[in-house]
């Protein structure tokens, strides 16, 4: 599985992202995604993920009610929209899938293919 992420950028505090993981296809609907994150200097975290048919969601709480993650199975494409920005939300954003069938998980040792990640910068 390929993923690739876009949409990062440079954006105002309280301003909108809208960020994108197109796949490869191979099966796409059989798979959870998840998007982390890794800000300067830190360790890479967990943001959100959503399940295979998009009924199920889980998210940091950092991000809670004000990041909303969603897929088009149709596209290929899974979508993480960034509300409400914060310098603190600066970092490189991943897009990750585990191996079917696997739990739907915040930890990034259950996830198995990375994007290579997309840049978000949020400006004071």
């Known amino acids: 599985v390929q993923l690739v992420e876009s949409g990062g950028g440079l954006v105002q505090a309280g301003g909108s992202l809208r960020l994108s993981c197109l796949s490869d296809g191979r099966a796409f609907s059989s798979y959870h995604f998840g998007w982390f994150r890794q800000p300067p200097g830190k360790e890479r975290e967990f943001v959100a993920s959503?399940?295979?048919?998009?009924?199920?969601?889980r998210y940091a709480d950092s991000v809670k009610g004000r990041f909303a993650i969603s897929r088009d199975n149709a596209k290929n494409t899974v979508y993480l929209q960034m509300n409400s920005l914060k310098v603190v939300d600066t970092a490189v954003y991943f897009c990750?899938?585990?191996?079917?069938?696997?739990?739907?998980?915040?930890?990034?040792?259950?996830?198995?293919?990375w994007g290579q990640g997309t840049q978000v910068t949020v400006s004071s």
């Open positions: 959503i399940s295979s048919r998009g009924l199920g969601m």
């Open positions: 990750a899938a585990p191996l079917p069938d696997s739990e739907l998980g915040t930890q990034e040792f259950q996830y198995d293919y």
